[in-house]
């Protein structure tokens, strides 16, 4: 989250072409800096997707088993 002060939403994406293997924060999570919040799996080597910032999630966009694109949205904060 880029302000703290903000309301906006921001989005977390995906930086390379995975399947989800694990989701592992829901919507309404708060998370920590360094929580986990999506595993993926990529060139068969597991890939954490960890929070960036504290904060609340607003939405999960991705499911066990979902194959993700660079630049897809994996989760929303708020």
């Known amino acids: 989250m880029a302000d703290q002060n903000s309301s906006a939403p921001e989005d ?5 072409v ?6 592992r924060a829901a919507a ?3 998370v920590e800096v360094g929580d986990t919040l999506v595993l993926l799996e990529s060139m068969k080597m597991e890939i954490p997707v960890v929070a960036e910032d504290a904060g609340t999630l607003a939405e999960v966009k991705v499911a066990v088993g979902d194959v993700i694109q660079a630049g897809d949205v994996i989760a929303v904060y708020r």
Do not use: C
Request: proline share 0%.
């Open 28 to 30: 309404g999570q708060a």
């Open 18 to 23: 995975a399947s989800v293997l694990e989701v």
């Open 12 to 16: 977390v994406v995906a930086e390379i």
